[in-house]
Nanobody
Framework: QVQLVESGGGLVQAGGSLRLSCAAS????????MGWFRQAPGKEREFVAS????????YYGDSVKGRFTISRDNAQNVVNLQMNSLKPEDTAVYYC???????????????WGQGTQITVSS
């Protein structure tokens, strides 16, 4: 089992940057695909980004391409999401997830963090 804890959320002005981190509880973290999802009030959970266990494959949702970058450090059991050029539309709760394959669907992930709030002001 993998426990995931997100950090780095908060309030930021439009055009600014934030860096989210997700720490996993065990060294077996390295065998999982890691993903980031977000969910705004009244909306379904949306795929943001994912990265394979060896960082060989990364995928991004259309709404964040060119602005967000996902990375991982297996030695520290950490996955990061660098968010640049933030927009008010990025406001949501952001969730870290771990799963067996590189999926864009929430159902493709077995473990989830508690979520962290990102609010982008105008």
């Amino acid at each position: 089992q993998v426990q995931l804890v997100e950090s780095g959320g908060g309030l930021v002005q439009a055009g600014g940057s934030l860096r989210l981190s997700c720490a996993a509880s065990r060294r077996t973290f390295s065998v999982y695909v890691m993903g980031w999802f977000r969910q705004a009030p009244g909306k379904e959970r949306e795929f943001v980004a994912s990265i394979s266990w060896n960082s060989g494959s990364t995928y991004y949702g259309d709404s964040v391409k060119g602005r967000f970058t996902i990375s991982r450090d297996n030695a520290q059991n950490v996955v990061n999401l660098q968010m640049n050029s933030l927009k008010p539309e990025d406001t949501a709760v952001y969730y870290c997830a771990a799963g067996p394959r590189n999926s864009r669907l929430p159902s493709g992930y077995d473990y989830w963090g508690q979520g962290t709030q990102i609010t982008v002001s105008s």
